[in-house]
């Protein structure tokens, strides 16, 4: 890209290359799921790109107040519930 280039055409050129690379990878992901089994090991490609998208998101932590928040709340639920049904049941 030129010095002289202006921002939207940057952009422009950016999604171009990012629809190339999307067609691209939606190729490969189809082979991966259309191919016949075989014997043997996979080709390298397709055990990385199924690693690749079937790794596991990092957990959530949470903080103890959070923890004890959500725990008090779910026993308000609980409690809630259990005055709602001996209500019922009387």
């Given at each position: 890209?030129?010095?002289?280039?202006?921002?939207?055409?940057?952009?422009?050129?950016?999604?171009?290359?990012?629809?190339?690379?999307?067609?691209?990878?939606?190729?490969?992901?189809?082979l991966?799921?259309?191919?016949?089994?075989?014997?043997?090991?996979?080709?390298?490609?397709?055990?990385?790109?199924?690693?690749?998208?079937?790794?596991?998101?990092?957990?959530?932590?949470?903080?103890?107040?959070?923890?004890?928040?959500?725990?008090?709340?779910?026993?308000?639920?609980?409690?809630?519930?259990?005055?709602?049904?001996?209500?019922?049941?009387?």
């Open positions: 890209m030129a010095l002289n280039t202006t921002i939207p055409e940057i952009l422009e050129s950016l999604q171009k290359r990012r629809a190339a690379i999307d067609n691209a990878i939606i190729a490969l992901q189809l991966a799921d259309t191919e016949a089994p075989r014997r043997g090991r996979k080709p390298k490609v397709l055990t990385e790109l199924a690693a690749v998208s079937s790794a596991p998101k990092p957990r959530r932590r949470l903080s103890e107040e959070t923890r004890r928040k959500m725990s008090e709340a779910a026993r308000k639920r609980a409690e809630r519930r259990k005055a709602e049904k001996a209500e019922a049941g009387d």
